[in-house]
């Protein structure tokens, strides 16, 4: 990049340290900070001017930088099994100890729950609002056991978004802004546009996306995305992505893209370098993930149903066909020889069906896959001798399919 000029990685850098500021001098000039699940309504607090973190993207950090264990300990000193989530101990744990060298966050005054992802949430931000002594919003999405949401559902999850401005206006004693509402839709549609069209050029071949990027943008998707920054941001990563595909260039400029794989679940964050490198050392790129595609969250402008049914339809939330079909689809849609599916200690909602779906997807769309064990921020649930036998595993059966297509 020429002098003066800021890649994406650079702003995604300013952008996140501008984010945690905020959230810091919110709270100390006495405005209220709220904690919110990863993939709640944020146009409903964007609208508000309410101040958020996201305790998933801070638990996340922190098992990035190897800090995890500390915060775990705090957590299973105090009773919580180490069978629960890790974001959870993590952010149990620091909600006690309150120091990360990762980063720091203040304390909330509201907790905003989306249980779209799990039910494990609904306890855990329970167990943080009676200790805080602060309120607890609940948006709950049921489950989605047909094919396609049904209307009785939405009709709840809209009755539901009323009563939360409600309870919002009385917390903070502000009237909530319809015209803020329409434009942070906006924005925040505009924002996923350009994070779904970066993503999706992963289908290129080669693909001049590397899915362990994708992974660490994904953090300002999560935060920004009813923001202009989190637009600019993507769109800037959109122009750098484009611009490398019209080059020909691949994911790496110091090796090929051989296999294109798509990694099923949420990363190891405590060895994203490693599982990287070991990825990278066979030539391996992560062209696709089910779970960045999470934060698509698009709808029709002035449509509140259409935006309660946008956050029903995480693919956490939906039936096993619905997620079978999905990857199939994105299986075909991006060139995949193969799928890696993290059977993840933490996320027992997404490993349940693991083994089904990956049972189906082999049948259905003749990609190699693979399976190995592994956790988001608890390091001692990952072993890297054992991924990278599994992986070395999954590029012998890679090999032998292209050799037999002729590629």
Same mark, same amino acid.
């Given at each position: 990049?020429?002098?003066?000029?800021?890649?994406?990685?650079?702003?995604?850098?300013?952008?996140?340290?501008?984010?945690?500021?905020?959230?810091?001098?919110?709270?100390? @000039?006495?405005?209220?900070?709220?904690?919110?699940?990863?993939? /709640?309504?944020?146009?409903?607090?964007?609208?508000?001017?309410?101040?958020? +973190?996201?305790?998933?993207?801070?638990?996340?950090?922190?098992?990035?930088?190897?800090?995890?264990?500390?915060?775990?300990?705090?957590?299973?000193?105090?009773?919580?099994?180490?069978?629960?989530?890790?974001?959870?101990?993590?952010?149990?744990?620091?909600?006690?100890?309150?120091?990360?060298?990762?980063?720091?966050?203040?304390?909330?005054?509201?907790?905003?729950?989306?249980?779209?992802?799990?039910?494990?949430?609904?306890?855990?931000?329970?167990?943080?609002?009676?200790?805080?002594?602060?309120?607890?919003?609940?948006?709950?999405?049921?489950?989605?056991?047909?094919?396609?949401?049904?209307?009785?559902?939405? +009709?709840?999850?809209?009755?539901?978004?009323?009563?939360?401005?409600?309870?919002?206006?009385?917390?903070?004693?502000?009237?909530?802004?319809? @015209?803020?509402?329409?434009?942070?839709?906006?924005?925040? $549609?505009?924002?996923?546009?350009?994070?779904?069209?970066?993503?999706?050029?992963?289908?290129?071949?080669?693909?001049?996306?590397?899915?362990?990027?994708?992974? $660490?943008?994904?953090?300002?998707?999560?935060?920004?995305?009813? $923001?202009?920054?989190?637009?600019?941001?993507?769109?800037?990563?959109?122009?750098?992505?484009?611009?490398?595909?019209?080059?020909?260039?691949?994911?790496?400029? $110091?090796?090929?893209?051989?296999?294109?794989?798509?990694?099923?679940?949420?990363?190891?964050?405590?060895?994203? /370098?490693?599982?990287?490198?070991?990825?990278?050392?066979?030539?391996?790129?992560? +062209?696709?993930?089910?779970?960045?595609?999470?934060?698509?969250?698009?709808?029709?402008? @002035?449509?509140?149903?259409?935006?309660? /049914?946008?956050?029903?339809?995480?693919?956490?939330?939906? /039936?096993?066909?619905?997620?079978?079909?999905?990857?199939?689809?994105?299986?075909?849609?991006?060139?995949?020889?193969?799928?890696?599916?993290?059977?993840?200690?933490?996320?027992?909602?997404? @490993?349940?069906?693991?083994?089904?779906?990956?049972?189906?997807?082999?049948?259905?769309?003749?990609?190699?896959?693979?399976?190995?064990?592994?956790?988001?921020?608890?390091?001692?649930?990952?072993?890297?001798?054992?991924?990278?036998?599994?992986?070395?595993?999954?590029?012998?059966?890679?090999?032998?399919?292209?050799?037999?297509?002729?590629?």
């Amino acid at each position: 990049m020429s002098s003066g000029i800021l890649s994406s990685k650079q702003l995604l850098n300013q952008l996140m340290e501008k984010h945690y500021q905020n959230a810091r001098e919110a709270k100390a @000039d006495g405005r209220p900070v709220v904690w919110a699940t990863s993939i /709640s309504p944020q146009e409903i607090l964007e609208a508000m001017d309410l101040t958020v +973190v996201y305790p998933e993207n801070h638990a996340a950090a922190i098992g990035a930088r190897k800090e995890s264990m500390p915060f775990i300990g705090q957590a299973e000193s105090d009773g919580y099994s180490n069978d629960i989530c890790s974001y959870a101990r993590v952010n149990l744990g620091y909600e006690k100890l309150r120091h990360a060298e990762a980063q720091d966050i203040p304390m909330p005054d509201i907790i905003l729950c989306c249980n779209n992802i799990c039910s494990t949430v609904i306890k855990w931000y329970e167990n943080l609002a009676k200790q805080l002594h602060i309120p607890m919003i609940m948006f709950d999405t049921p489950f989605v056991h047909t094919y396609d949401i049904p209307g009785n559902s939405v +009709v709840y999850m809209r009755r539901q978004l009323t009563s939360i401005i409600h309870q919002l206006e009385n917390i903070t004693g502000k009237e909530f802004n319809y @015209d803020k509402l329409r434009h942070v839709m906006i924005t925040s $549609n505009s924002a996923c546009s350009w994070w779904k069209k970066a993503t999706e050029l992963g289908k290129l071949v080669p693909s001049p996306l590397s899915g362990f990027d994708m992974f $660490n943008y994904m953090a300002m998707i999560v935060c920004n995305r009813g $923001n202009p920054d989190g637009e600019r941001l993507f769109k800037l990563w959109y122009d750098e992505l484009a611009a490398r595909a019209a080059a020909g260039k691949g994911p790496w400029d $110091n090796a090929e893209e051989e296999y294109r794989v798509m990694w099923d679940g949420i990363a190891c964050w405590p060895y994203l /370098s490693s599982t990287f490198k070991i990825l990278k050392k066979y030539g391996i790129n992560v +062209v696709a993930s089910t779970y960045p595609d999470s934060w698509n969250i698009r709808y029709e402008i @002035d449509n509140i149903d259409g935006l309660v /049914s946008a956050y029903a339809s995480h693919y956490a939330n939906r /039936s096993l066909r619905y997620g079978a079909d999905n990857i199939a689809k994105i299986a075909k849609e991006y060139s995949l020889d193969g799928i890696i599916f993290h059977s993840n200690r933490s996320c027992k909602l997404m @490993d349940l069906r693991q083994l089904e779906i990956q049972r189906q997807i082999e049948k259905r769309a003749g990609v190699a896959t693979v399976l190995f064990d592994g956790d988001q921020t608890d390091p001692r649930n990952f072993s890297e001798a054992q991924f990278e036998t599994r992986i070395q595993a999954l590029v012998e059966v890679m090999r032998q399919r292209k050799a037999e297509r002729g590629q």
